[in-house]
């Protein structure tokens, strides 16, 4: 093992020490990557009949030359070392168009492909740019060229590159003065050079023989382009293209392009988890204790003893082939906050799934890499890389929980703000992350959250929003849910609220036994992290390019009082009808509910109406509710069955039900007659 890694290391570093013997331009980031490997493959995607087909370093280099030239011709009237912008989606001429601009001397401007005309224009303008690449039929600010345009151009084997060395990304808010960040081949050598170090805590992440990397994160963003596209370019691995993003075509491209890395964001890795769950639900008694016996030993909670049948590689390889395949070796997610459940689920598996963490300002500073299981789930984003530098806080000594800055020769060394270029100086100074950080003994980081994020109690204690919401994520019929402070109008403080996500589909019983859910968990909850109010928003939730919901507009739409957003308790207190049913019977019910209510709450009997809703109004929680409900059974000699908890939520549904279990549903007769 110690052999191994340092055969890695030497392997590394030849190739880092190769790149800082250069001028480290662009340019020379290129020539390295072409040159070093001509004949292993730079990518592979599938034609329409689903066969892969592969293209090697030599090929693209040949590609970049000649659409270098083709663009050379089309761009002749504007001037070397001006701004283009790249708006496409992933795909091999993705990486072709991408070199080949900077060959043809113009520095691109990376663009989400899914962005909004309006916003496109936006980044444009504040960029300067000159043109743009792209597949949409719409015209732009500027003159744009669609990929098919580039491939008609004659070529020009007289062609003499001319390189830019600069590339522009974009931060999340593409809206008003978006901030842009530039970064010029010595951030990007650097970047890649961070690596020198990784064959010390892994074998996995890095090595000489084949690696296949799944192209999902859009290369637009720092997290695709630095960990899927320039590390692995340059070190010569072959990148697979799904044909789409489809969670088919994905796996399809994973499982057919036999990917041994796998990189993506949170929302991919839980999507993932929540198919392994309905998948354990459906399983028999006998196979799905089989299944929880392989994950709790894949986790080290259990001896290979315990674990029997469940802790054998035979059965690891059947529930492998049927979620992501075999072939995995190596799995980051990077983006956002990543769940503990997730990330155990995961891993339990049998895919090791890592936490990575960088920004667009920084590019890719540090990734857990520990090959030890325990360590991997404890959440860290690990050690800062090669030549970055942490600190958190003021960086006093015994200062280990505050804000993380981040200090690295990776950082962009320019910014646009509003149309106006600056020069930065993050290789010497400390950049502040906006994000809360907390370091263990050991040396390994945490993320708490975002401080524009945090929710401060009027007791002062501050809550994060992203560890809340994952206790959530797992609930039957939630699309999506995300949890932040939000104060309505008339209110002296922020509530911790929680907005759900849910199918159109979904009827009024479905979303109280959601309720119903919430509840029961939030009851398990510290009192300093129950949800305090939850939100239905009758659209989909609002997403950023890099798959994070945007917080900040909903919390915006909330206190401003928008109609988007229902609470189902108190908008939807149902009248219920007695018709058919004796009247004095009715209110000796009723009565008989409230004083059971009244003893289970400790409250007086006065403030229980008989619409006022247990948990919402009265304060009750799933445990006093099952309480509730077995004293029911009791008083009144009669069986609510399970189905309806949840359902039942206040003494007029509890009173209905009770007569329609001992006397029959006589509503339903009237409606017949």
């Known amino acids: 093992m110690e052999k191994n890694k340092i055969a890695i290391s030497k392997y590394i570093k030849k190739r880092c020490d190769s790149l800082s013997k250069t001028g480290q331009t662009m340019e020379d980031i290129f020539n390295e990557i072409v040159t070093n490997n001509p004949k292993e493959n730079a990518y592979l995607y599938f034609d329409e009949s689903g066969k892969a087909i592969s293209k090697t370093y030599e090929d693209l280099k040949n590609r970049v030359f000649l659409t270098a030239s083709k663009l050379s011709n089309l761009l002749s009237n504007i001037a070397r070392k001006t701004v283009v912008g790249i708006k496409l989606k992933n795909s091999p001429r993705w990486?072709?168009?991408?070199?080949?601009?900077?060959?043809?001397?113009?520095?691109?401007?990376?663009?989400?492909?899914?962005?909004?005309?309006?916003?496109?224009?936006?980044?444009?303008?504040?960029?300067?740019?000159?043109?743009?690449?792209?597949?949409?039929?719409?015209?732009?600010?500027?003159?744009?060229?669609?990929?098919?345009?580039?491939?008609?151009?004659?070529?020009?084997?007289?062609?003499?590159?001319?390189?830019?060395?600069?590339?522009?990304f974009?931060?999340?808010?593409?809206?008003?003065?978006?901030?842009?960040?530039?970064?010029?081949?010595?951030?990007?050598?650097?970047q890649i050079c961070s690596s020198y170090e990784m064959a010390s805590a892994t074998e996995d992440l890095i090595y000489p023989?084949?690696?296949?990397?799944?192209?999902?994160?859009?290369?637009?963003?720092i997290f695709g382009f630095v960990a899927v596209f320039l590390w692995y370019s340059f070190y010569n691995k072959t990148i697979v293209y799904p044909s789409s993003m489809s969670t088919s075509d994905l796996l399809y491209a994973i499982k057919k392009g036999k990917c041994t890395h796998v990189y993506s964001v949170p929302l991919f890795w839980d999507g993932i988890a929540q198919n392994v769950n309905r998948t354990i639900a459906s399983l028999s008694?006998?196979?799905?204790?089989?299944?929880?016996?392989?994950?709790?030993?894949?986790?080290?909670?259990?001896?290979?003893?315990?674990?029997?049948?469940?802790?054998?590689?035979?059965?690891?390889?059947?529930?492998?082939?049927?979620?992501?395949?075999?072939?995995?070796?190596?799995?980051?997610?990077?983006?956002?906050?990543?769940?503990?459940?997730?990330?155990?689920?995961?891993?339990?598996?049998?895919?090791?799934?890592?936490?990575?963490?960088?920004?667009?300002?920084?590019?890719?500073?540090?990734?857990?890499?520990?090959?030890n299981t325990e360590q991997r789930l404890k959440g860290s984003i690990g050690k800062p890389l090669y030549k970055v530098e942490y600190k958190i806080g003021n960086g006093r000594e015994n200062e280990n929980s505050g804000e993380l800055f981040v200090k690295s020769p990776i950082s962009h060394y320019k910014e646009i703000v509003g149309g106006k270029i600056k020069t930065v100086d993050y290789r010497n100074e400390f950049f502040p992350t906006g994000d809360i950080a907390t370091k263990n003994e050991q040396g390994y980081y945490f993320i708490k959250g975002r401080i524009k994020d945090t929710i401060i109690l009027s007791n002062g204690e501050n809550v994060f929003p992203d560890e809340i919401e994952t206790y959530f994520k797992?609930?039957?019929?939630?699309?999506?849910?995300?949890?932040?402070?939000?104060?309505?109008?008339?209110?002296?403080?922020?509530?911790?609220?929680?907005?759900?996500?849910?199918?159109?589909?979904?009827?009024?019983?479905?979303?109280?036994?959601?309720?119903?859910?919430?509840?029961?968990?939030?009851?398990?909850?510290?009192?300093?992290?129950?949800?305090q109010e939850i939100l239905i928003d009758k659209r989909p939730l609002p997403m950023s390019g890099s798959l994070k919901v945007k917080r900040f507009l909903i919390k915006e739409a909330i206190e401003k009082g928008s109609n988007d957003f229902v609470n189902i308790e108190q908008n939807k207190k149902e009248v219920v009808s007695f018709e058919g049913y004796d009247k004095k019977e009715v209110e000796n019910i009723q009565n008989k509910i409230i004083k059971i209510f009244s003893k289970i709450l400790m409250l007086p009997e006065f403030k229980i109406d008989p619409d006022s809703i247990w948990t919402s109004d009265l304060g009750g929680d799933s445990m006093s509710y099952i309480e509730m409900v077995q004293t029911l059974d009791k008083a009144f000699k009669i069986e609510i069955p399970e189905d309806k908890y949840g359902l039942l939520g206040n003494v007029n549904d509890f009173t209905k039900e009770i007569l329609i279990l001992k006397y029959g549903d006589k509503s339903s007769k009237n409606d017949e007659e």
Request: charged content about 25%; glycine content about 8%; some cysteine.
């Open 474 to 531: 797992d609930i039957k019929n939630l699309n999506n849910v995300v949890c932040l402070g939000a104060k309505k109008k008339g209110e002296s403080e922020e509530k911790i609220t929680l907005v759900c996500e849910v199918d159109n589909s979904v009827n009024l019983d479905a979303i109280k036994k959601i309720y119903s859910d919430i509840y029961a968990i939030n009851a398990t909850l510290p009192s300093e992290k129950k949800i």
């Open 209 to 221: 023989e084949r690696i296949r990397i799944l192209a999902m994160l859009p290369f637009h963003h």
């Open 95 to 168: 990486q072709i168009i991408f070199w080949a601009l900077l060959m043809s001397g113009h520095i691109p401007l990376l663009i989400d492909a899914k962005l909004a005309k309006e916003n496109t224009n936006n980044l444009l303008s504040q960029a300067n740019a000159k043109a743009l690449i792209a597949n949409d039929e719409e015209s732009f600010i500027c003159p744009s060229y669609r990929l098919n345009e580039i491939m008609n151009e004659n070529d020009d084997y007289s062609f003499r590159p001319d390189w830019a060395n600069e590339v522009i």
């Open 170 to 190: 974009c931060s999340s808010g593409t809206t008003g003065d978006a901030k842009l960040m530039i970064y010029e081949g010595k951030n990007l050598s650097a």
């Open 285 to 371: 008694p006998s196979k799905a204790d089989i299944f929880e016996r392989m994950l709790a030993f894949n986790t080290n909670k259990i001896t290979k003893k315990e674990a029997g049948i469940g802790g054998s590689k035979f059965i690891n390889d059947i529930f492998k082939k049927k979620i992501m395949g075999k072939s995995i070796r190596y799995c980051i997610s990077g983006g956002g906050f990543l769940s503990r459940k997730t990330q155990s689920l995961i891993n339990g598996l049998g895919y090791p799934l890592y936490n990575g963490y960088g920004m667009t300002e920084i590019g890719v500073t540090s990734v857990e890499m520990s090959p």
